[in-house]
């Protein structure tokens, strides 16, 4: 009986890490094509609508991933917890975002009082253009948080639960998630980048939490969502009035 339990959360480990891989790297494939389509040999990132259709294009790969993953498992569509929230869900909404907010604050802090660096996403470049950032906040509310949450909670997270209890599943999950964003981060001074990770990991384990009391994906998305954005937001006004980059003031995804 301990042995079939071990093989079931291994399998569970494997196959839930194999569709985060399958995610990162489809999301590079189905970026391509926009490429070769739109401006082959030109940077178009520089550009809002660049930018924008890149964007789309990788999440798409993520999505696939998911589509993928149910279609394999024949677990189907059905397996997907998408329901309108309902009052005590929109609590958690309010819950989530007061929780991860203050999570990542407090981490921050201990950082800064450690003087530990960190690393930022690999999105923002020195010297971007700022409008960029107005066009990754309805992205980052309406495609990137809403695909991640369903990869990442309603298949990733749900898929562990089967096998382990729901709270190694929210951690498990966040590592995961945690080590999937190590291309964004990665920094040639591995504690930068380790730092970097850890925030990232502590802003999914709440939105884990969220997802396994409500069991709708709606939910963490939402708080993800509004987490991001507030962020770029935020950074915008700065970047906005100041017209520099600053690394180290760079919001994490």
Do not use: C
């Amino acid at each position: 009986m301990a042995e079939t339990a071990s093989r079931s959360k291994l399998g569970a480990t494997l196959v839930t890490s194999g569709v985060a891989v399958a995610g990162s790297i489809l999301s590079i494939l189905t970026a391509v094509p926009v490429v070769l389509v739109l401006q082959p040999g030109s940077d178009l990132s520089a550009s809002p609508a660049g930018f924008a259709a890149l964007f789309v294009a990788s999440y798409v790969g993520y999505a696939l991933a998911g589509v993928a993953y149910l279609a394999w498992s024949d677990r189907g569509f059905g397996y997907l917890d998408v329901e309108i929230p309902d009052v005590r869900d929109l609590l958690y909404v309010v819950v989530g975002i007061v929780g991860v907010f203050a999570a990542v604050i407090a981490l921050g802090v201990l950082i800064s009082l450690l003087d530990t660096p960190s690393t930022p996403h690999n999105l923002f470049e020195p010297g971007m253009n700022p409008q960029i950032l107005l066009v990754l906040i309805p992205l980052v509310l309406f495609v990137n948080a809403p695909v991640e949450e369903l990869v990442f909670r309603n298949v990733v997270q749900k898929r562990l639960a089967e096998s382990f209890s729901t709270p190694s599943a929210v951690v498990l999950a966040s590592v995961i998630f945690g080590v999937v964003h190590l291309p964004s981060y990665y920094n040639p001074d591995l504690r930068a980048t380790a730092v970097s990770l850890g925030l990232v990991t502590v802003a999914s384990l709440v939105f884990g939490a969220v997802y396994a009391k409500t069991d709708n994906v709606v939910v963490p998305s939402v708080v993800h969502g509004v987490y991001n954005a507030v962020q770029i937001g935020l950074f915008y006004l700065f970047v906005s009035a100041d017209q520099t980059l600053t690394a180290g003031l760079v919001p994490s995804l």
